[in-house]
């Protein structure tokens, strides 16, 4: 079956391989929804997919907002053949069949054809799309302390633990508080505010949260003794 590998740029570390076989349908985007995540804004939510359609695979691009270019050219859909790159914001995609491994025959001149729209004007939207989306990926947004702490703590990790264990990111005091209390996740769209565990819940703007919240610039969290605002920073 044909292998897809996913890398940041053609000469780099692979990050993962996917195995795709005849019959499958394979989604990619931003969401982790898909099939193939891609972390990265300039990606959208769901970017393209990959068809099995009886005598090829078949790649649609999803109307993404920064197109989706097959061996450099911008392309709405394409047959896939061996050895194709495919390229989604700043990532690779590489399609390869297993050495020895039937290939669909592509003598159909269909199976040869690729839709697509590659223009000069199309390809400076796209630098300035992937430009604009990578420096709003370096924001980084605080947790400013209003009372139980001094100073603030930058975002940066995907994962920030808060509660009273002491190998939490943010360690907060209280009976009631569990040893994780709650984590904040960094994700492509924002930081979300996830309960964990304790008698106690953390609160974001005096609402209690029971499961997860999607966190807003100025929100106010309150976890035990601590209560912190979100503040953006670049």
Same mark, same amino acid.
């Given at each position: 079956?044909?292998?897809?590998?996913?890398?940041? !740029?053609?000469? $780099?570390?692979?990050?993962?391989?996917? !195995?795709?076989? !005849?019959?499958? $349908?394979?989604?990619?985007? !931003?969401?982790? *929804?898909?099939?193939?995540?891609?972390?990265?804004?300039?990606? %959208?939510?769901?970017?393209?997919?990959i068809d099995w359609t009886g005598t090829g695979y078949l790649l649609t691009d999803l109307k993404s907002k920064n197109g989706t270019f097959i061996n450099e050219q911008l392309a709405?859909?394409?047959?896939?053949?061996?050895? #194709?790159?495919?390229?989604?914001?700043?990532?690779?995609? *590489?399609?390869?069949? *297993?050495?020895?491994? +039937?290939?669909?025959?592509? %003598?159909?001149?269909?199976?040869?054809?690729?839709?697509?729209?590659?223009?000069?004007?199309?390809?400076?939207?796209?630098?300035?799309?992937?430009?604009?989306?990578?420096? +709003?990926?370096?924001?980084?947004?605080?947790?400013?302390?209003?009372?139980?702490?001094?100073?603030?703590?930058?975002?940066?990790?995907?994962?920030?633990?808060?509660?009273?264990?002491?190998?939490?990111?943010?360690?907060?005091?209280?009976?009631?508080?569990?040893?994780?209390? *709650?984590?904040?996740?960094?994700?492509?769209?924002?930081?979300?505010?996830?309960?964990?565990?304790?008698?106690?819940?953390?609160?974001?703007?005096?609402?209690?949260?029971? #499961?997860?919240?999607?966190?807003?610039?100025? #929100?106010?969290? +309150?976890?035990?003794?601590?209560?912190?605002?979100?503040?953006?920073?670049?």
């Amino acid at each position: 079956m044909p292998t897809l590998t996913l890398k940041f !740029r053609k000469d $780099s570390a692979t990050i993962k391989e996917y !195995r795709i076989e !005849r019959g499958q $349908s394979i989604t990619i985007g !931003r969401l982790d *929804a898909n099939d193939i995540v891609i972390e990265n804004l300039a990606v %959208s939510g769901h970017h393209a997919k990959i068809d099995w359609t009886g005598t090829g695979y078949l790649l649609t691009d999803l109307k993404s907002k920064n197109g989706t270019f097959i061996n450099e050219q911008l392309a709405v859909s394409h047959w896939l053949q061996g050895g #194709d790159i495919v390229t989604i914001g700043k990532h690779i995609i *590489a399609f390869n069949y *297993a050495e020895g491994e +039937e290939q669909p025959d592509d %003598s159909d001149n269909a199976m040869n054809e690729t839709m697509v729209m590659d223009t000069g004007k199309y390809r400076n939207m796209l630098a300035k799309n992937v430009s604009s989306a990578a420096q +709003e990926a370096e924001q980084t947004s605080v947790l400013s302390y209003l009372a139980g702490g001094d100073g603030e703590v930058e975002l940066t990790k995907k994962l920030t633990k808060i509660g009273k264990n002491p190998s939490s990111d943010i360690i907060v005091s209280g009976l009631t508080i569990g040893q994780t209390s *709650a984590t904040i996740s960094k994700r492509p769209d924002g930081y979300y505010l996830s309960y964990v565990s304790g008698l106690s819940k953390p609160k974001v703007n005096g609402d209690a949260v029971k #499961d997860s919240v999607k966190l807003k610039q100025f #929100d106010v969290v +309150e976890i035990g003794s601590a209560k912190m605002q979100l503040v953006g920073k670049s």
